[in-house]
């Protein structure tokens, strides 16, 4: 994540198909990030975009009171939105820049979320950010999936998911060592990256998430 900006400043653009431009701008009295798919306004495939910016800001809705999380600020138009700006930088640019960040934070902030049954099913060093209070956020919801009350007896294996992926991150990037429970954990991937790849390549890909 860039620093504060007194003016806008893009972070993402949107190339490839179905990536949202990403902007930091001024709003009121605060920075706050919008992401936007208007480019497809007026096309074919508007409604795919109208889809995407609808499932991403009613995850927000849901996690509007999870403190690891940004805040919706506003939904902009069926195009796009605008949520909190956390201040900071991700977790592969805080390692990098020398911080010393605590897996037990992640992993709280990653147990927020289960406990409110939602699997997030696209952690990786860009989506978990480093406030420079030493806060973590977890951002972009696009692939994330809410367990729904009939399904919640699998609520403990899809978990795994998030699990596994964050397990990555400590051991490669916060370079620690796992504990016997956590390599079993990560032994069980070959399951995970199945459901991941039906989610994230099948099932979003026909909304043109992917």
């Given at each position: 994540m860039t620093n504060m900006h007194s003016e806008e400043a893009s972070i993402q653009k949107g190339k490839g198909l179905f990536k949202?431009?990403?902007?930091?701008?001024?709003?009121e009295d605060r920075m706050v990030?919008?992401?936007?798919?208007?480019?497809?306004?007026?096309?074919?495939?508007?409604?795919?975009?109208?889809?995407?910016?609808?499932?991403?800001?009613?995850?927000?809705?849901?996690v509007r009171d999870i403190p690891c999380c940004p805040d919706l600020v506003r939904?902009?138009?069926?195009?796009?939105?605008?949520?909190e700006y956390i201040d900071g930088k991700n977790v592969r640019e805080s390692v990098r820049d020398g911080a010393r960040i605590r897996f037990h934070d992640i992993l709280k902030a990653i147990n927020m979320l289960h406990r409110n049954d939602i699997i997030h099913n696209d952690l990786r060093g860009a989506n978990i950010l480093v406030d420079r209070q030493g806060g973590i956020f977890i951002v972009d919801f696009a692939?994330?999936?809410?367990?729904?009350?009939?399904?919640?007896?699998?609520?403990?294996?899809?978990?795994?998911?998030?699990?596994?992926?964050?397990?990555?991150i400590k051991k490669k990037l916060l370079n620690q060592p796992l504990t016997?429970?956590?390599?079993?954990?990560?032994?069980?991937?070959?399951?995970?990256k199945a459901v991941q790849?039906?989610?994230?390549q099948q099932i979003l890909r026909l909304f043109g998430r992917r």
């Open positions: 949202a431009d990403v902007v930091v701008s001024p709003f990030v919008r992401k936007d798919y208007s480019r497809y306004r007026n096309t074919l495939l508007s409604p795919i975009a109208s889809f995407i910016i609808g499932r991403e800001t009613k995850l927000l809705q849901r939904v902009d138009d069926k195009f796009s939105f605008t949520m692939s994330a999936i809410v367990i729904p009350r009939p399904l919640r007896f699998l609520k403990t294996r899809l978990r795994c998911l998030d699990l596994a992926s964050v397990l990555k016997e429970k956590e390599l079993k954990i990560m032994s069980g991937r070959k399951w995970l790849y039906v989610w994230k």
